[in-house]
């Protein structure tokens, strides 16, 4: 056995903590404890933050909370691309490195602050021109490529509303999301590369555009090259709208409490919900957060790797390191491609020195072995981080000995889509940290554990994570659905912020999550609602009910599973099964594809005709099934168990 497996697995039966090295602490923008005791007044602490960022006008009052809707900052008027670009052309930043951006074949591109700034000024009076004012919609369909955040930083700049679509979303959630919005302009590319292969957007637009009446012009950036239909009239070029662009656009002067963006997330219905963020306490959070919890110094180069089509890339690829002043490295395409080593050559390339990534994606760096980073210096590295979904023990371990050799400090941060910010994570300079663990809420932010009565539960008991006061990047509503903002979030447990998530509190008041208590799946740190894989596979001729469940995997953490019932006459076969996995593809997209699908004679349900997804569960983790007193058929159980084995 090598030293390096032979020291991991000492390190995997440790229980001791890992305090963060005296001179990471030494260095760091938080090394001070009291910095809790001064979240605990939260108005004050968030008032202090928030006096860093650029104001046209100060705020009247830091919060107005009349449960359970907030408004920060109100008074107060800003701009976010004044905030992320204009600020450090006053200083010496305005020659650094804003994005570094490698494309998957291995093309590059450095924006400094100026040249960013100059591109979103220009698309910025694009988008005026094509008639988009203060609050108009606009969807963004692009892969990670630099047009993406100039993008959405144009829309920041005049106060359009920019809903991003991620790009493996298929043509029919494109248009599904466009809809629920009513977007007037759709900027998307010709193509994107992903694992060496083009995906086709505008194609996928060109199907969405088939029933959108809102959209009134498609904006289109080159990427790929491969010949794509231009529609006359509706679809202009990228390239040749900013040929003609003026330099400067004046920031529009935005309410604390104008909406910023519309990002869509799903939930325990069919439909995905259009979660909405505003200007100034978002701003104000995710810059805060960024500063404290990636420790971002001048000197960094710091990568995100998530897509920005989810909120993590929104909050802490785009808006949170632009806002304070990083240089953001940026990557197109598959971790994998052309080798499981990309990551570790990237880091070597740039020299970066804050990584922050999945847990799934850590797993598969597992599965391919240490020899891979192994061969590259990863030396520069000097914090790591993870988010998206429990990271076990094992690949905590994993990670902080072959990526970070047992120096970095991992922050393991803990939210959503919907609380805009991180709320729970540890502060790399101050906290001891614990594999698995992600450590405390923030400073200036009250979570706990509680039970269904909203009653805390006692130290190692599980319960549900809630949040107890407002905090400034909440989500505000949801999009043209008010009411299920107050049920879903608000109603659950009485007084505070219902989270979805279960968690435990240990005797040192550290916070681990235990996933989703909702019909919410967790598949590679990306959510998926059982109920919209559900309504996709009944939309298939072939079938007449579904049930969708999670299983446990072990580099996804979780995978879709599909118990189905056909429709009379239908024969099922294996052919079938493919073809619904595939007709999920279509209406949602990749990420959403069934790894099985099971046909059934029926469903186990409930006398009162709910079906009993814990059964399913069971059945399909091979546990020993828990009560099935209220099955209105208990026939159907043993059924199932066997057209489950007989497939699996
Ligand atoms: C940021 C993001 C949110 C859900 C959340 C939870 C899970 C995220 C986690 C985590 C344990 C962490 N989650 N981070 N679970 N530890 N560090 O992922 O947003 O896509 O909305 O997902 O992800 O279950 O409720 P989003």
């Not at 006008?57 to 359970?68: A, G, N, Q, S, T």
């Amino acid at each position: 056995m090598n030293k390096d497996v032979r020291t991991f697995e000492a390190l995997l039966k440790e229980n001791r903590t890992f305090p963060p090295p005296p001179a990471f602490t030494a260095a760091a923008n938080v090394k001070d404890t009291g910095i809790y005791k001064e979240g605990e007044n939260i108005e004050e602490f968030w008032a202090r933050e928030a006096a860093k960022l650029h104001w046209f006008r100060p705020w009247d009052r830091v919060l107005e909370w009349e449960y359970p809707l907030a408004w920060w900052f109100n008074g107060g008027t800003l701009n976010v691309s004044y905030n992320c670009l204009d600020r450090h052309l006053e200083t010496w930043r305005r020659n650094k490195a804003a994005i570094i951006w490698e494309g998957e074949p291995g093309d590059s591109v450095v924006l400094t602050y100026r040249d960013l700034y100059r591109e979103v000024n220009k698309f910025a009076a694009v988008l005026r021109s094509l008639g988009i004012k203060r609050n108009d919609r606009v969807t963004i369909y692009l892969p990670m490529i630099p047009e993406l955040p100039i993008a959405m930083l144009a829309c920041t700049r005049i106060g359009a509303v920019h809903n991003v679509v991620f790009g493996g979303f298929s043509a029919a959630a494109l248009r599904e999301r466009i809809n629920d919005i009513g977007a007037k302009v759709l900027i998307t590319a010709d193509g994107g590369f992903r694992k060496g292969k083009i995906v086709a957007l505008k194609e996928n637009a060109d199907t969405a555009l088939a029933g959108t009446p809102t959209i009134e012009k498609v904006i289109v950036t080159k990427r790929t090259g491969q010949a794509v239909n231009m529609q006359r009239g509706r679809d202009l070029w990228w390239h040749e709208l900013m040929a003609a662009a003026p330099l400067y656009t004046p920031p529009e002067h935005m309410e604390a409490e104008d909406p910023l963006f519309i990002l869509h997330t799903s939930g325990t219905t069919g439909k995905p919900k259009g979660i909405v963020h505003t200007t100034g306490g978002y701003l104000v959070g995710v810059t805060t957060t960024s500063r404290y919890i990636f420790d971002l110094k001048d000197e960094d180069v710091y990568w995100c790797t998530a897509d920005i089509g989810w909120i993590t890339g929104h909050s802490y690829v785009v808006y949170g390191p632009l806002a304070n002043g990083a240089t953001v490295l940026m990557y197109e395409g598959s971790p994998d491609y052309p080798q499981p080593d990309r990551y570790w050559q990237i880091i070597e390339k740039y020299g970066v020195t804050i990584f922050y990534t999945a847990p799934t994606a850590i797993r598969s760096f597992m599965r391919s072995g240490p020899s891979y980073p192994a061969r590259h210096d990863l030396s520069s590295l000097r914090l790591l981080g993870t988010v998206g979904e429990p990271i076990n023990p094992e690949a905590w371990m994993w990670y902080y000995t072959y990526i970070g050799h047992r120096r970095c400090p991992i922050v393991d941060t803990w939210w959503q889509t919907e609380t805009g910010m991180i709320i729970i994570s540890p502060l790399p300079g101050l906290t001891p940290l614990k594999p698995g663990s992600a450590c405390r809420p923030f400073p200036g932010v009250e979570a706990a554990v509680v039970d269904d009565r909203g009653e805390p539960v006692p130290p190692g008991k599980g319960g549900y994570l809630v949040i107890k006061k407002p905090w400034p990047a909440m989500m505000r509503t949801i999009y043209n659905d008010p009411d299920r903002y107050v049920n879903q979030y608000w109603n659950r447990i009485p007084g505070y912020y219902f989270t979805g998530d279960g968690a435990r509190v240990d005797e040192d008041g550290y916070f681990w999550l235990l996933g989703r208590v909702d019909d919410v799946i967790n598949v590679s740190g990306h959510r998926i609602g059982t109920m919209e894989v559900e309504s996709a596979l009944v939309d298939h001729p072939a079938v007449a009910e579904a049930a969708v469940i999670s299983r446990e995997h072990e580099i996804k953490g979780q995978t879709i599973v599909a118990f189905v019932t056909v429709k009379d006459g239908i024969e099922t076969s294996p052919a079938l099964a493919q073809e619904l996995k595939e007709h999920v593809v279509q209406k949602i997209g990749a990420l959403a594809r069934p790894e099985a699908v099971y046909f059934t004679a029926e469903l186990p349900k409930t006398r009162s005709g709910k079906i009993m997804r814990r059964l399913l569960r069971d059945i399909a983790e091979g546990r020993a099934l828990g009560d099935t007193s209220t099955l209105a058929d208990p026939a159907t159980v043993a059924r199932l168990k066997a057209a489950y084995a007989e497939e699996a």
